[in-house]
């Protein structure tokens, strides 16, 4: 669960555009007393995949191998839970 704050930092984003996602529906989140919390799954399904194109020298090792996904990796991990 992420307050307001937290997942605006995550996104990248504004608190105050995170609270407009929620009262416009975009966001699901829940009122605990005085505060909104999000679930992460939530916020990270409304803000999709990674967009930004990867740099050409970052694409293989050294030693030419393909980099590791470690996205993806940290993705399948934490949909197991």
Known sequence: MLTVPQAARRAGRDPETIR???RSGRLRAQKVGTQHVI???DLDELLGPDTL???DGWTRTLSGE???DTVAALRRSRAGH
């Open 20 to 22: 407009r996602w929620i």
């Open 39 to 41: 679930e992460s799954r």
């Open 53 to 55: 194109p990867v740099p």
């Open 66 to 68: 393909p980099m590791p």
